[in-house]
């Protein structure tokens, strides 16, 4: 049964000797995602997740996984897009040595902060541009229809006259 949304683990709790290892069953909760003027975020109740914690001779080591469904707006068609995202991350904290990258910004003594980790996780995950569908055509540049539905043969558009002939037009129109 996995314990409820946390955002804080206390990994002294956990009392792991050097070389031993526990996985927690986790909810998550996760903050929406602001993508320029859209919001995409993760259904109410929590996202089920995975730690892994590792004790090593001078800190920890954490893996953590989940998969979680983002519904916003499709960036081509306007329509509304579900973005299924799977995150596995690692993270190292080596708090006896110099070297920055051994050092995780998400562990705080013996605190890990889940819930940014989480976030920050899903963010690198996020598609750059969501969409509803991978062949997703758009909207249509003349009227806005959504090309998703319109029939290819019957959406069509005469083409606009040049509007460098619009001096011949207008001799035109008053003869």
Not at 64 to 88: H, K, N, Q, S
Not at 110 to 136: F, G, H, K, T, Y
Request: charged share 30%; aromatic share 4%; proline share 6%.
């Amino acid at each position: 049964m996995p314990e409820p949304a946390q955002k804080v683990i206390d990994l002294g709790r956990l009392a792991l000797d050097h070389g031993q290892g526990r996985r927690l069953d986790l909810q998550l909760d996760l903050r929406p995602i602001k993508l320029g003027d859209e919001e995409y975020a993760v259904a109410a109740g929590g996202v089920p997740a995975k730690l892994e914690v590792s004790r090593t001779m001078g800190g920890w080591a954490l893996h953590l996984t989940f998969a979680a469904t983002l519904e916003g707006t499709c960036v081509r068609c306007l329509g509304p897009a579900a973005i299924e995202l799977t995150v596995d991350v690692r993270e190292v904290e080596e708090s006896a040595s110099e070297d920055e990258e051994l050092h995780s910004p998400y562990v705080d003594g013996l605190n890990v902060d889940v819930a940014r980790w989480a976030d920050d996780s899903l963010i690198l995950e996020m598609p750059a541009q969501p969409v509803c569908r991978e062949d997703c055509k758009g909207l249509c540049a003349v009227c806005g229809e959504s090309l998703n539905d319109a029939d290819p043969a019957a959406h069509q558009h005469e083409k606009p006259r040049d509007p460098r002939w619009a001096a011949l037009d207008r001799l035109r129109s008053d003869e």
